[in-house]
């Protein structure tokens, strides 16, 4: 089973709002999660950016596979090493 670290898109239209998930693969883009590791919401100023490192790591060394985005923003709350 792949599984995705990836973005699930909430909110009304043209104000998004996406919690940040893992997910199988195969799955649709608001489908079930395994699990939720945080939010992001790109509307507020400053950006409001929250996840859960420890959990974002576990399941990076579980072998789940983060989106670009994602990586960019898992890279801006930590947990990549720069």
Request: aromatic fraction near 8%.
């Amino acid at each position: 089973m792949a599984v995705k670290i990836r973005l699930k898109r909430l909110g009304a239209k043209k104000a998004p709002f996406y919690r940040i998930v893992v997910a199988d693969a195969r799955t649709p883009r608001e489908g079930k999660a395994i699990d939720e590791i945080g939010y992001y919401d790109p509307t507020k100023e400053p950006v409001v950016l929250k996840v859960n490192v420890e959990g974002a790591k576990k399941w990076i060394g579980n072998g789940a596979q983060p989106t670009d985005t994602v990586r960019a923003l898992l890279k801006k709350a930590g947990v990549y090493g720069e």
